[in-house]
């Protein structure tokens, strides 16, 4: 059964401080993997999407790496802001669906909370 | 640019009643549609999706139902709403093209009472 596991479930940080969300995954084969940011009550935004033979990508002060031999991946924050503050979900996709949405296994998300 | 509307944003229907939540979608052609519902501490989890009017996949058996009547239209409906139904639902849209990625809606935050 392909699983997306998030961890922390939730996390603290003070301002200015750098943090790390990671995603272990057992989807297989593997596409793609993606991670979006929620905000409280809005639907999810897409940060980045990675394939197999990307290692990383950087979108601003967001890093996503991707391991796909171990099958982990991480989303890097630096120099948090007030606005970080989010629920960061992980997505992989399936390679049998053609990367479509239908084929999509979602992690529960982080839930990130930047602190004055 | 594209954008995606969904209406209403919240909703508080008694048990037993009706539901109909409506997605519209602008600035492109024959998109994928998709309802999502996330429930408090779980992943979202994929409840229909549509590559074209009139073409529904449901992924979850369940009480609710889903039309597209119209390209860019997507509609989740019920005939009557189970307290189980409670959640926030989320419609979102992608090109049937490899990596695309998906754009939601603001969703829908139903309580069913």
């Known amino acids: 059964k392909n699983q997306v596991e998030q961890s922390p479930q939730s996390l603290i940080i003070l301002e200015g401080k750098n943090c790390t969300l990671q995603?272990?995954?057992?989807?297989?084969?593997?596409?793609?993997l993606r991670w979006y940011k929620q905000d409280t009550g809005r639907g999810p935004v897409s940060l980045t999407i990675?394939?197999?033979?990307?290692n990383t990508k950087s979108n601003g002060r967001y890093t996503a790496t991707l391991d796909a031999d171990t099958k982990q991946s991480s989303l890097h924050i630096t120099a948090s802001q007030l606005s970080d503050s989010a629920s960061y979900i992980c997505?992989?996709?399936?390679?049998?669906?053609?990367?479509?949405?239908?084929?999509?296994?979602f992690g529960k998300g982080t839930h990130l909370i930047i602190q004055p | 640019s594209q954008t995606i509307h969904q209406w209403p944003a919240t909703l508080v229907q008694p048990v037993g009643s009706p539901l109909s939540l409506e997605c519209t979608v602008e600035?492109?052609?024959?998109?994928?549609l998709y309802w999502y519902r996330q429930a408090a501490g779980r992943g979202l989890q994929l409840l229909f999706y549509?590559?074209?009017?009139?073409?529904i996949s449901s992924e979850v058996p369940q009480n609710l139902s889903a039309s597209r009547p119209q390209d860019r239209q997507f509609i989740l409906s019920s005939k009557k709403l189970l307290l189980s139904d409670s959640g926030f639902y989320l419609c979102?849209?992608?090109?049937?093209?490899?990596?695309?990625?998906?754009?939601f809606g603001n969703g829908t935050r139903l309580t069913v009472t």
């Open positions: 549509s590559i074209g009017i009139g073409q």
């Open positions: 997505v992989v996709s399936a390679w049998e669906s053609g990367g479509g949405a239908d084929g999509l296994t």
């Open positions: 979102a849209w992608n090109r049937d093209t490899y990596n695309s990625p998906l754009h």
């Open positions: 990675m394939t197999f033979s990307e």
């Open positions: 995603c272990n995954y057992t989807v297989s084969p593997f596409s793609n």
């Open positions: 600035g492109t052609s024959n998109p994928n």
